[in-house]
């Protein structure tokens, strides 16, 4: 394929910081920044670590990535007091008065935590890819979750102290073995159970007191917003594509709908009651389906939370991209984040 960069001044006006979401590091963003520096040019500076940052270490450049101090065990307000030591770093280093934030997933959140509770003002654009402004309704499920990964851990547990026969020449290493993945799974047992007793993980549920605050914040005047949705049952498929491939996708995403809608009628439905209540408070208008609107998602979040609805429209510029990738798959793609990129105003001089 051609680099379409190639004719065009593809770098970016504002340099723009990457911020990962739960569960996850700045490591998460490398296979679309290898997209975005072979195909579209852009430049990556450096990979910035929360109370580690060496600016001597990181190049002027178009894109940098983010590191929490913690994978899953802070609050939105610690995430964006952090962050603030990446917004500076990132504009000594480039001498940008002010620079933009691309957060995935809860990385969404902090950066709006920074802007709307912090009050940072060195911010000219954000986008946002996956992220549950509403909340997800996942997040009500931690106790049948929790049971589930327990259960599991405990049959891989029976499994591995279960007595198969051991050859006396091979006891030696298969004992040393078994321990060591007996270990590794106590170990990723302890891991699990507090990541969804977490702060972080708990703030997700909709209408937490964490999200809440967030919501009813006041928003700064003159950012973009840019928002990134994303449903693998809703079909965005270009018009001119061919007839055999659309009536394959077609098909392809009725089926995804009806096995997601399924599912979530037989183990959503308080959880998507209690979703659907906090975000109507929220909604400008609804539509009279919105029940089984509100089903469609990236396989975590449902496609209606990845947005804003209750920005207000003076002073603010908006706009709502929506794409087909799966959650955990949303940094893994170049391409969406450049077309974000640009939409924002963000490519060029």
């Known amino acids: 394929m051609a680099n379409i960069a190639a004719f065009q001044d593809c770098s970016l006006n504002t340099p723009v910081l990457l911020v990962h979401g739960l569960f996850s590091r700045g490591k998460t963003w490398q296979k679309a920044i290898d997209i975005l520096q072979n195909r579209f040019l852009l430049t990556h500076g450096g990979e910035l670590n929360s109370g580690k940052i060496d600016i001597k270490v990181l190049a002027k450049a178009d894109l940098y990535t983010w590191n929490f101090s913690h994978k899953y065990d802070l609050s939105y307000r610690e995430q964006a007091r952090q962050l603030a030591e990446g917004i500076d770093a990132v504009k000594r280093v480039t001498g940008s008065r002010k620079i933009a934030l691309l957060g995935h997933s809860m990385g969404g959140l902090a ?3 920074y802007l709307q509770l912090e009050k940072g003002r060195d911010i000219s654009t954000l986008i946002t890819i996956g992220t549950p402004h509403y909340g997800s309704p996942l997040a009500l499920l ?5 049971a589930g990964a327990r259960r599991i851990f405990e049959i891989l547990r029976q499994k591995l102290t279960g007595g198969d026969t051991i050859e006396a020449g091979e006891a030696g290493f298969i004992k040393r073995l078994r321990n060591t993945l007996l270990r590794l799974s106590e170990e ?8 969804f007793n977490s702060e972080a993980f708990l703030n997700l549920a909709p209408g937490s007191a964490a999200l809440e605050e967030l919501n009813q914040a006041p928003f700064p005047k003159g950012i973009k917003w840019v928002f990134l949705a994303s449903s693998i049952t809703r079909s965005f498929v270009p018009g001119d594509e061919s007839r055999f491939y659309r009536s394959y996708l077609k098909k392809w995403h009725e089926l995804t709908d009806r096995a997601s809608k399924s599912i979530a009628k037989k ?4 959880p998507y009651r209690i979703f659907e209540e906090y975000i109507r408070h929220y909604l400008r208008s609804a539509p009279e389906n919105l029940t089984e609107q509100l089903i469609d998602s990236d396989g975590v979040v449902p496609f209606y939370s990845q947005m804003i609805h209750h920005l207000p429209k003076k002073n603010t510029e908006q706009l709502i991209l929506p794409i087909n990738i799966s959650h955990n798959r949303q940094t893994k793609h170049g391409e969406p984040l450049y077309m974000a990129l640009a939409a924002a105003k963000l490519v060029g001089p």
């Open 111 to 113: 950066a709006r935590a």
């Open 142 to 146: 931690r106790g049948s979750t929790e």
């Open 188 to 195: 990723g047992e302890q891991e699990t159970i507090a990541f």
């Open 267 to 270: 183990y959503l439905s308080e």
